[in-house]
């Protein structure tokens, strides 16, 4: 069961989502686990993911720009000259 309680401005946006009876536990024990409400550890998890994501992506990007020799290695010292901080 579902209710839904608006009160003026405390409306958010709501997304629902279907699980078995055992992933519900699962999701209830993590939370209890967390010390967090079920919809915050689902929206951690998500963000967690969604995060891991654009990394691994970034990493994939990286790599094929240096395969290609398109990186450009500097070293401590010459950063801090061109920032001018020498």
């Known amino acids: 069961m579902c209710y839904n309680v608006l009160r003026g401005d405390d409306f ?5 989502l279907r699980v078995t009876e055992q992933e519900k ?8 686990l967390r010390g967090v409400k ?11 993911k969604l995060e891991d994501e654009y990394d ?8 094929v720009e240096k395969e290609q020799g398109n990186i450009e290695y500097h070293t401590r010292a010459d950063v801090r000259n061109m920032l001018g901080l020498e």
């Open 12 to 16: 958010m946006p709501h997304v629902s």
């Open 25 to 32: 536990i699962w999701m209830d024990s993590y939370a209890k």
């Open 38 to 48: 079920l919809s915050d550890a689902i929206k951690e998890a998500f963000f967690i």
């Open 56 to 63: 691994l992506k970034t990493i994939r990007m990286y790599e």
